[in-house]
């Protein structure tokens, strides 16, 4: 095996179907997003969420500091909105810039274009491993259009 094949854990683990949402937060009145794929509702009453964030990630403060968050959930159509949070951002600027979206109730930025949003109450957290886990009770959400959200596989369970 390459040292690029993954192994076969690696492979097994990327079999587990993850969702693609853009998560997002507010900082010193910017709006900070980040895409996570690894994400689930964990309870019913009240409606909880986790979503894991990675150690060290600018993100996760952001979270923490503002005590809320919010999820935008990604379909086949607005899978492109994807891109502007795979690069860093300068300083002052967001990668919500040029989107349409608005604003939850918390304040935390939504995309206008996503399938559905969540409106989220920091509620916890649990550290594991190189990520984060933090809980979120919902407080608000909406559909905006009917649809199927975008299911991902990754070839490589150890690694993004």
């Known amino acids: 095996m390459s040292d690029t094949t993954p ?5 097994a683990l990327g079999r587990i179907p993850c969702g693609l949402y853009i998560v997002s937060t507010r900082q010193d009145g910017i709006h900070q997003g980040f895409l996570a794929s690894l994400l689930i509702q964990t309870g019913f009453e009240p409606p909880t969420v986790c979503v894991a964030i990675g150690k060290g990630r600018a993100a996760l403060d952001a979270v923490r500091a503002n005590g809320s968050f919010a999820i935008s959930i990604l379909d086949g159509a607005s899978q492109g909105l994807m891109k502007p949070f795979f690069k860093p951002v300068e300083p002052g600027e967001s990668p919500f810039d040029g989107l349409a979206g608005a604003d939850a109730p918390s ?9 559905a949003w969540l409106d989220c109450e920091l509620a916890g957290e649990h550290a594991v491993g190189d990520h984060v886990v933090v809980f979120g009770e919902v407080k608000a959400g909406e559909v905006l259009r009917e649809g199927d959200p975008s299911v991902h596989l990754r070839k490589n369970g150890l690694s993004y």
Not at 107 to 115: N, P, Q, W
């Open 107 to 115: 304040g935390c930025r939504v995309l206008s274009e996503s399938l």
């Open 7 to 11: 192994s076969p854990l690696a492979r």
